[in-house]
């Protein structure tokens, strides 16, 4: 079988901490997030791996081998937690706690309600310095609908990568595919970006973070045509706005939630940004949609977004059943 039913029960209760706990303050406050480890290796490698004296060359070769100490490091912890805690009391539960710390549901829930609830609580300056903790744009450049779309954007991939794409590697590799493919998530995120520095030593955490998420996007889009009509939406026209606009997108997996979700709130996401000073041409999707979205669709996309979380709880749940 393609999945293991220990590996399914461990992401069945993962799922369920995650929902109920998230990522409480005040354990962060006294221990370092396994992330933040994570963040740690790859910036140490960066040091070492990464020299401005250089070849580009030289450089994207160095990137290769830190990507593979990193998946080499974090796989081997995985393996040795996995096995030692299984083999204790309540090894079952250990494990989806631990695992739990590295899923985002709850916490991307927080973070997107925040933007919405901002508005209310101090209009657009509020939500501009909400949304800048989730997204990557110049919050500044941004009118109120685009701060809902970003808010939206931004639910819909981080479902993609903070949910979805873990929980499918837990579940097919257990503990140590969860940390490899965190590994591999945080690198690109912290090196994988097209600037001087990183061009040639990010290319392979760029690269392999796209190919590890290909089966996730797809999933996670799939789920939040699904549940499309949680907020009153069509399944078939989420479907479909996923299938027609998925590729318009500028990353090869973020267009398959984001366009899903689109389509599901009949808004037009995406379109011409401005990262770092310099605007993006970026076509929309769902071109025909509503333009000008509103803190309302943000609630509504948090709807989407716990709907999908149950739906695919439910549906690794009845996987364990059936194994």
Known sequence: MLFDSDALLIVVLALLIDALIGD????????????????????WLDRVLNREDWTERRRKFGGILAVLALITIAGIIGFFLEANLRQTWGGF????ALA????????????VARVRDAFGAGGLEA???????IVGRDPQTLDEAGVCRAAIESCAENFSDGVVAPVFWLALLGLPGLLIYKAINTAD??????????????WAAARLDDLVNLIPARLSGLLIALVAPAVRGSVKQSFATMRRDAGKHRSPNAGW????MAGALGVALAGPRTY???????????????????PQDIGRATRVLIAACV??????????LVL
């Open 24 to 43: 409480p303050d005040w354990l962060w406050k006294r221990l370092a997030h396994p992330v933040v480890l994570i963040g740690a290796v790859i910036g």
């Open 311 to 320: 739906l695919q709880a439910l549906v690794y749940a009845a996987l364990w």
């Open 93 to 96: 539960a250990a494990t989806a």
């Open 257 to 260: 939630p984001e366009a899903a």
């Open 100 to 111: 739990a710390t590295l899923i985002a549901q709850r916490s991307l829930y927080d973070h």
């Open 189 to 202: 995120s912290m090196i994988g970006h097209l600037n001087p520095r990183y061009r040639s030593f990010g």
């Open 127 to 133: 939500a501009r310095e909400k949304v800048s903790l």
């Open 276 to 294: 770092a000073g310099r605007v993006t041409d970026d076509p929309f999707l769902n071109d025909g949609g509503r333009a000008a979205a509103t």
